[in-house]
């Protein structure tokens, strides 16, 4: 596996108020690649759907803390890992299917594995139960050619 080129790792409460701040972290990392404003709005819907799967079902009504990891490479492509100590997953695979929930409120779609693998280019969802959860994401930035004054 290639070496990053740069990494950078940030911690936070599992409060709603620091989902942006979770998204804001992350983009700011990743605008050293050079993205287009429609791939930087991708990794950032992305960021926001893990962070609030952390909040809303690992830790539940408890705070606990997320973990965010960001690797770049030399190939333009950025990892981004997002890691909570909460109630795990008991099945990956089923929790992975678009519209499953285990949330009783009804505003909640199941749809952010979803959303994640959409906006991203690949995803990894790795979980004990009663340990935690990681979600790993891949998106490759694309270097774009200067544009020449002529």
Do not use: W
Not at 110 to 130: C, H, I, N, Q, Y
Request: aromatic share 6%; hydrophobic share 35%; with cysteine.
């Amino acid at each position: 596996m290639m070496k990053p080129t740069n990494e950078m790792a940030v911690s936070f409460l599992s409060c709603s108020a620091n989902e942006s701040f979770g998204r804001a972290a992350v983009a700011a990392f990743a605008a050293q690649l050079d993205p287009t404003i429609d791939e930087l709005s991708d990794i950032k819907t992305a960021v926001s759907e893990a962070v609030t799967n952390c909040i809303v079902h690992a830790y539940r009504d408890t705070l606990g803390v997320i973990y965010i990891t960001c690797k770049l490479y030399e190939d333009g492509r950025l990892s981004i890992r997002i890691r909570d100590k909460g109630c795990g997953i008991e099945d990956v695979e089923k929790a992975m299917q678009p519209l499953f929930t285990t949330s009783e409120n009804e505003e909640r779609a199941g749809l952010g594995f979803a959303v994640m693998e959409s906006f991203m280019d690949k995803l990894r969802v790795t979980s004990k139960p009663g340990k935690g959860t990681t979600v790993t994401m891949y998106k490759t930035i694309k270097r774009r050619q200067a544009e020449k004054n002529t």
